[in-house]
DNA sequence: TATTGTTATACTCTATAACTATA
DNA sequence: TATAGTTATAGAGTATAACAATA
């Protein structure tokens, strides 16, 4: 805990909250990715699969830019998937440098029957939070999210 | 965004709170990291200074419980940290299948010099959030990371 | 036998720099 | 020249299995 550091109130509240929101998240991840690696599926390509099923088909560096990778990154993690037949790449016909990437029909079977069950665990594991407190924590967290990406 | 998932309100609740909560900690992660990089600092090695300076000298099964480490992984962690002569190993005169690991004096300069530039990103990164919100969130986490710890 | 830690091994993720192909 | 993506290279983190030393 924080509380030995001798900083400004500010810096104090920020730190503790910090540390209490780093930590539960972190808390939540782990249990989380034990049951992912159970199903043989990585947090990343989670993401990845997440993304081009709620959003659909879209280039390599557009991928990047929402998941926060850089490209030699992207390139290593649609290598994985598309070793597992999850993800296709296509050129654009329009602009031959881009790589149009999608999920596979395979791809969508496992990201469409890993999800419930991933949504089940989430769901028991917040459990510990009632409806109203689960709201507030989403309100806080997306206006914290939305201050940072514009900052 | 889990909007298309046909789950229970439950359900659909849970997920909502957890991709909020889960973007916004990465996305302060990242920019986090990004810092502690340019310090020759990584995350995990990070909480395990953090735990020794807060803490104090504990063993390394101790070390690896605390941060939820196996073994083998706090091996490594730690010898990368022995290489930069931030840590030590002693064994332990009472139970000689113990290492008990401990700050060196330049490990301590590091993390007492490294803490307060974390803060003040911190808090900065935090700034979008008033000081009510901010306990708020605070005390959402914890309750959170409680539930998790117990159940 | 059980516990503490290390070694061996292998894989994923990540980053930077240099490169190719296309615009 | 600038952009999209790949390749080369390297290092950190993680896990499992097999092992040594100690209790």
């Known amino acids: 805990m924080p509380t030995r550091y001798k900083g400004s109130a500010r810096e104090v509240r920020a730190l503790d909250t910090f540390v209490k929101l780093t930590r539960a998240t972190e808390t939540l991840g782990t249990q989380l990715q034990r049951h992912l690696a159970s199903l043989e599926i ?15 088909p879209m280039s390599q560096s557009e991928l990047g830019r929402k998941l926060l990778r850089s490209n030699p990154n992207m390139t290593a993690l649609l290598d994985n998937l598309e070793r597992n037949k999850w993800i296709q790449r296509e050129r654009s016909p329009e602009d031959r440098r881009v790589v ?13 029957r890993v999800f419930p069950a991933h949504a089940a665990h989430v769901t028991a594991l917040l459990g510990g939070l009632s409806a109203e407190e689960q709201e507030t924590l989403g309100t806080l967290c997306k206006k914290l999210g939305l201050s940072l990406s514009e900052g």
């Open 100 to 112: 149009v990437v999608s999920l596979t029909p395979e791809g969508r079977r496992v990201i469409e």
């Open 42 to 56: 990585t947090p990343p390509q989670l993401a990845v699969l997440e993304a081009l099923l709620h959003v659909g």
